[in-house]
């Protein structure tokens, strides 16, 4: 069974702190993403990977940077957290040319930062 | 930029009754998703429609997928409890495979 895999299903940290989630694949995709989800706002893009140490800003990349060192693992970086930070965390992952597979996302972590 | 919208936000049915959910973009699509997560969980990929006018049957959903390419829906026949949970739709953004998400349509089903 395919799968991504976030490291953490709960987190609390504290304002300011250096946060990292983490995400695998094992599936040997090519794109990795990750988004943000929160109440009335569905899902926003804050930034992907086409490729091992690739990476591009999506909508909402402020507050946030990424490192992608091996194909399978993506992660996201909070450089200081902050209290409207808090949200649940969304990996996903697809092949870079399967135009009919969609993404496979991962359980999610939510953050909620004091 | 482009926009992906959904309506309604929120839908109440009762069991065996019927429900729609609409997309629309802002820009063409050269194709459209629809995803699927329940209460608790992550969206999961249903199907993807790429043709102008597709039409899609899965069991008691139909998906179908506008004849200008900036519109679908999503329509379940006789919902059950099993059908609840919020429903995606997501378009990709123009020589990308970064898809918008739209804001999604919760549906709850009434035993």
């Known amino acids: 069974d395919v799968k991504v895999t976030q490291s953490s299903r709960y987190l609390v940290k504290r304002t300011g702190e250096k946060v990292f989630l983490e995400c695998v694949q094992d599936m040997d995709h090519e794109n990795m993403f990750w988004y943000r989800q929160d109440p009335g706002l569905g899902l926003r893009l804050i930034y992907f990977s086409y490729d091992v140490k690739m990476k591009e800003k999506g909508d909402i990349p402020e507050g946030y940077s990424v490192s992608r060192e091996k194909k399978e693992r993506f992660s996201l970086i909070l450089e200081s957290a902050s209290t409207n930070q808090t949200s649940m965390y969304l990996c996903?992952?697809?092949?870079?040319?399967?135009?009919?597979?969609?993404?496979?996302f991962g359980s999610g972590t939510r953050l909620t930062v004091v | 930029g482009q926009q992906v919208m959904q309506i309604p936000q929120y839908q109440h049915v009762q069991e065996g009754e019927d429900f729609t959910t609409y997309c629309n973009s802002s820009t063409t699509l050269s194709n459209i998703q629809w995803y699927k997560q329940r209460p608790g969980g992550h969206p999961v990929f249903l199907i993807q429609?790429?043709?102008?006018?597709e039409v899609k049957k899965q069991k008691r959903l139909t998906f179908q997928f506008g004849e200008a390419k900036k519109n679908s829906s999503l329509h379940i026949t006789a919902t059950q409890t099993t059908d609840v949970g919020t429903y995606f739709c997501?378009?990709?953004?123009?020589?990308?495979?970064?898809?918008?998400f739209g804001t999604g349509t919760r549906l709850k089903v009434l035993a």
């Open positions: 429609l790429v043709k102008s006018g």
């Open positions: 996903a992952s697809s092949p870079f040319r399967e135009l009919n597979y969609g993404y496979t």
């Open positions: 997501a378009g990709p953004t123009s020589g990308t495979y970064k898809y918008i």
